[in-house]
């Protein structure tokens, strides 16, 4: 599992299931309708479920890969802290809005900001 990500992928992970489920369903409500606009309204759905599914594991696979962004909130004032792609534990930003000084520290499985002083 990559460092940092472990609820962001169990998220991840369970939309996939979820889009995969919706589109089992539709699968079988499309074959059980007798009506064509319904088949074809069903079957609109399973490729916009489809399209989801294959976003999120994209996603997935850029983060088991390290090819993805460590981005977190500022604490203090919410505004967007890029560590860029595969950082080290504590290396340190200063949020550009409020001039607060984070260290990047992990927690559970998950990335957090500590503020350094």
Same mark, same amino acid.
């Given at each position: 599992?990559?460092?940092?990500?472990?609820?962001?992928?169990?998220?991840?992970?369970?939309?996939?299931?979820?889009?995969?489920?919706?589109?089992?369903?539709?699968?079988?409500?499309?074959?059980?309708?007798?009506?064509?606009?319904?088949?074809?309204?069903?079957?609109? !759905?399973?490729?916009? +479920?489809?399209?989801?599914?294959?976003?999120? #594991?994209?996603?997935?696979? $850029?983060?088991?890969? *390290?090819?993805?962004?460590?981005?977190?909130?500022?604490?203090?004032?919410?505004?967007?802290?890029?560590?860029?792609?595969?950082?080290? !534990?504590?290396?340190? +930003?200063?949020?550009?809005?409020?001039?607060? #000084?984070?260290?990047?520290? $992990?927690?559970?499985? *998950?990335?957090?900001?500590?503020?350094?002083?």
């Amino acid at each position: 599992m990559a460092q940092g990500y472990k609820t962001t992928l169990e998220f991840l992970l369970d939309d996939i299931d979820l889009e995969e489920e919706a589109m089992r369903l539709y699968s079988e409500f499309a074959a059980k309708s007798p009506d064509e606009t319904v088949r074809a309204t069903f079957s609109r !759905l399973i490729s916009a +479920e489809r399209a989801h599914a294959d976003a999120l #594991k994209r996603i997935v696979k $850029e983060i088991e890969e *390290d090819r993805h962004s460590v981005v977190l909130y500022c604490p203090f004032c919410g505004w967007e802290m890029n560590f860029g792609e595969m950082p080290s !534990l504590g290396n340190e +930003e200063v949020c550009p809005v409020c001039c607060r #000084k984070y260290a990047l520290t $992990e927690d559970g499985g *998950d990335y957090k900001l500590k503020q350094v002083q």
